[in-house]
């Protein structure tokens, strides 16, 4: 991939999509964000701004006119190892596995809130920064709802006051808080926290959970940001 001049140090964006209602939300919330945003709206148009431009990231709507969003992801990935989030209307039938496994680094579900979406954004960046593939964005912090976490120095803000957080409860409230919205399951979360070489059961997951509320949710007793999906697992509910 082409690197950013020094003088444009912004994450270039490439939205295809093709619903008017969500076009100008995201290119004015996303630009607000600190984005570079392009617009494509339709599939072919897509195709040639992907041509013509270099792009950090694209965000990929599955019905597309003129061209699928599936069929671009395949001509992209010929080419370009180009982060590539595939969004997705709710209700459409859609195998999120052959997504993943043609490409897509990761998904969203319409309707969407623009917080979220953004923590998908960085979240991927930052998952290709570890590996060397890309450019990431340069906050590195991650801020929803009165939290903020600070990769780089491994701290957690809790409405601008610090709380210290272990390193496993830092790790896991890093993972929720990058696929907020979402819901992980309790194998997903300790094979990413404690390893896939973990032996043991989801006691320790729940233990640690546990304490975390305790540091980070107003009442811990009824958690608004860290709820559980009974018989699932957890996920990170975005509440501004």
Not at 157 to 168: A, H, P, Q, T, Y
Request: aromatic share 4%; charged share 35%; net charge negative.
């Amino acid at each position: 991939m082409t690197k950013k001049n020094s003088s444009d140090s912004r994450i270039r964006l490439l939205v295809v999509e093709d619903e008017e209602s969500f076009v100008d939300a995201l290119h004015i919330g996303l630009s607000r964000e600190g984005f570079d945003v392009t617009i494509a709206r339709d599939g072919q148009e897509g195709l040639d701004a992907f041509a013509e431009k270099t792009f950090d990231i694209v965000l990929l709507d599955l019905m597309l006119p003129k061209v699928s969003g599936l069929d671009i992801c395949r001509t992209i990935r010929t080419t370009s190892d180009v982060p590539i989030i595939i969004v997705s209307a709710k209700g459409e039938e859609v195998d999120m596995v052959l997504l993943l496994e043609m490409g897509a680094d990761d998904y969203v579900t319409k309707p969407y809130r623009l917080r979220e979406l953004v923590a998908r954004v960085r979240a991927v960046l930052r998952r290709r920064e570890t590996k060397g593939d890309a450019p990431v964005d340069n906050s590195l912090s991650l801020a929803l709802n009165d939290l903020r976490l600070d990769m780089d120095s491994r701290r957690c803000f809790v409405s601008g006051e610090e709380v210290k957080l272990r390193k496993k409860e830092f790790a896991l409230l890093q993972i929720l808080m990058e696929n907020a919205g979402r819901v992980l399951t309790r194998d997903v979360l300790i094979d990413r926290v404690w390893g896939n070489d973990y032996v043991g059961d989801t006691k320790t997951l729940d233990v640690h959970i546990k304490r975390l509320r305790t540091l980070v949710e107003p009442d811990p007793k009824v958690p608004t940001n860290i709820t559980t999906v009974r018989g699932v697992g957890y996920r990170f509910e975005l509440t501004k």
